[in-house]
Structure formats: structure tokens, C-alpha cells
């Protein structure tokens, strides 16, 4: 019997791979793994997975290592990215927020 590991997972982009069923990454499981846990320990961390989405992620993992192992540095810069954009460009929100503390600050100098 083959089982088809691409069953497993929903590709929603280059840059978005999820558990079927789930709004869990593969990159989530694997950072665990990647830290040294065990697929029992990942199930502790993540509980609404089950140990054979978790063995077919590792499996997975292991049949494109190369590509993933890309897959995982790409995401990783891609959040440093727009981190450094939030620091240099907060959204409105943030903005508003900060204006509202600096007025509340100067009104109780006053």
C-alpha cells in the first residue's frame, strides 16, 4: 500500500503549506522538530494534530529536505521583512495608538 503524502497537506501558495484540515503550517511542525522535540512533544505543543499528521509532515520532510529546508529560510526572511517594514512603518492603528499615549503623557505634564 502507497500512501500518497501530498494527501496530507493543502498547498495554498509558494509561501503557505498547511496540515489538511488545519490552519497549522508545516513550518510549525517543523520548528519543534527542527528544536529537538519529539513527535509526542510536538503533539503537547500543537494538540489539535494526531501523531500520523505529525509522522507524515517528518516523512514529508525528509523525502524533500533540500526544498524545504529553502521552503523554511525563505519564511523566515520573509517574516524578518516585514518586521523590519512594521518598524519603519507601523500601521494606522499603531500610529493612533501612539499618538493617543504621547497626548495622554502631555496632559498629565500639564
Known amino acids: 500500500m502507497t500512501i500518497n503524502l501530498e494527501n496530507y497537506f493543502d498547498f ?6 498547511r ?11 517543523l520548528k519543534y522538530y527542527l528544536q529537538g522535540y519529539s513527535a ?9 494534530l494526531n501523531l500520523e499528521k505529525i509522522y507524515a509532515t517528518l516523512t514529508y ?5 533540500q526544498y524545504l529546508d529553502n521552503y523554511l529560510l525563505h519564511l523566515e526572511e520573509k517574516r524578518e521583512q516585514n518586521y523590519q517594514e512594521w518598524l519603519t512603518k507601523p500601521s494606522p ?13 502631555s496632559e498629565k505634564l500639564v
Open 12 to 17: 495554498l501558495s509558494n509561501d503557505d503549506i
Open 19 to 29: 496540515i489538511k484540515g488545519h490552519r497549522i503550517g508545516i513550518e510549525d511542525v
Open 40 to 48: 509526542e512533544e510536538i503533539i503537547s505543543e500543537l494538540p489539535t
Open 61 to 65: 520532510y525528509y523525502q524533500n529536505k
Open 93 to 105: 492603528l499603531i500610529e493612533r495608538l501612539r499618538e493617543a499615549k504621547a497626548n495622554k503623557r
